[in-house]
Nanobody, 118 residues
Framework: QVQLVESGGGLVQAGGSLRLSCAAS????????MGWFRQAPGQEREFVAS???????YYADSVKGRFTISRANAKSTLYLQMNSLKPEDTAVYYC????????????WGQGTQVTVSS
């Protein structure tokens, strides 16, 4: 079992930056494929970015070039650096973990609110 706890959300003006963190419990973080998702009010949860065990990264088109996902295995922590934020980035952001061999994300954090004002 892995527990994920996000932090770093808040209120920022358009064009600003935020850095989200996701702290993982347990010793298996380095073996997981990790991802960030977001859900805006009245909308379905959507993929934002993910990073493999070998640090290959993947991004949604809507955030490519603005967001950067990274991981620090020694600290069991996942990050999302968000630059050039837009009002449409406003959402609750969740981190998630997918174990080796699994075809879905099994572990989810509680989410952190990001609000971008225009």
């Amino acid at each position: 079992q892995v527990q994920l706890v996000e932090s770093g959300g808040g209120l920022v003006q358009a064009g600003g930056s935020l850095r989200l963190s996701c702290a993982a419990s347990g010793r298996t973080f380095s073996t997981y494929h990790m991802g960030w998702f977001r859900q805006a009010p009245g909308q379905e949860r959507e993929f934002v970015a993910s990073i493999s065990r070998t640090s290959s990264s993947y991004y949604a088109d809507s955030v490519k070039g603005r967001f950067t996902i990274s991981r620090a295995n020694a600290k069991s922590t996942l990050y999302l650096q968000m630059n050039s934020l837009k009002p449409e980035d406003t959402a609750v952001y969740y981190c998630a973990g997918r174990p080796v061999g699994a075809n879905e994300y099994r572990y989810w954090g509680q989410g952190t609110q990001v609000t971008v004002s225009s």
